[in-house]
């Protein structure tokens, strides 16, 4: 019994619609990877019993090259955007028995949980505002107060030779020669 392969149970097919990333995958292989993973025990061989239901490898194929298989599936980037799609699609489905739970949690006084199921309830509810004063200061560097002391000896020069102190000059137009 120890030696026998065990026989793997069929890739349930979905019911629901494959969202854009599930039917962006190349082949139908590659859809039954990602569902196989849902529906094999999590932990050490997973991606490498997932990648045998959905038909990857041979009869004769190694363990090694099934784990080889197995990794390049796990880590496609088209895979990877549709599992994300997948456990959005399964976290939105099981929303009503969470809440469900949470419902009979907050109304279970002596479970042990009480308090903290309340004060998520509480938290999503009504967050918790915060205000931050911030009060800047702003001290002139050495650069600027040498820039004003030179602007103030301008300033100084000019009124002593009798020089605006600043020259407003508009441009013209320079005449054909």
Same mark, same amino acid.
């Given at each position: 019994?120890?030696?026998?392969?065990?026989?793997?149970?069929?890739?349930? %097919?979905? %019911?629901?619609?494959?969202?854009?990333?599930?039917?962006?995958?190349?082949?139908?292989?590659?859809?039954?990877?990602?569902?196989?993973?849902?529906?094999?025990?999590?932990?050490?061989?997973?991606? /490498?019993?997932?990648?045998?239901?959905?038909?990857?490898?041979?009869?004769?194929?190694?363990?090694?090259?099934?784990?080889?298989?197995?990794?390049?599936?796990?880590?496609?980037?088209? /895979?990877?955007a549709a599992l994300y799609e997948e456990d959005q699609?399964?976290?939105?489905a099981t929303a009503p028995r969470?809440?469900?739970?949470?419902?009979?949690?907050?109304?279970?006084?002596?479970?042990?949980?009480?308090?903290?199921?309340?004060?998520?309830?509480?938290?999503?509810?009504?967050?918790? %505002?915060?205000?931050?004063?911030?009060?800047?200061?702003?001290?002139?560097?050495?650069?600027?107060?040498?820039?004003?002391?030179?602007?103030?000896?301008?300033?100084?020069?000019?009124?002593?030779?009798?020089?605006?102190?600043?020259?407003?000059?508009?441009?013209?137009?320079?005449?054909?020669?």
């Amino acid at each position: 019994m120890a030696n026998q392969a065990r026989n793997l149970v069929p890739i349930d %097919e979905a %019911e629901a619609e494959d969202g854009p990333a599930m039917k962006a995958l190349p082949t139908d292989r590659h859809r039954l990877f990602v569902r196989a993973l849902y529906q094999v025990k999590p932990g050490h061989g997973a991606q /490498v019993k997932a990648a045998r239901m959905a038909g990857w490898g041979s009869p004769t194929s190694t363990p090694k090259t099934m784990s080889v298989i197995a990794s390049r599936l796990a880590h496609d980037p088209r /895979v990877q955007a549709a599992l994300y799609e997948e456990d959005q699609k399964r976290i939105r489905a099981t929303a009503p028995r969470a809440i469900k739970a949470l419902a009979a949690l907050v109304e279970d006084p002596k479970h042990r949980d009480h308090a903290r199921g309340i004060a998520m309830v509480l938290d999503r509810l009504h967050p918790i %505002e915060t205000t931050h004063k911030v009060t800047v200061e702003h001290e002139a560097s050495s650069s600027m107060k040498a820039t004003a002391e030179v602007m103030e000896r301008i300033l100084a020069l000019a009124a002593r030779a009798g020089v605006p102190a600043m020259i407003d000059v508009t441009p013209q137009k320079e005449a054909s020669r």
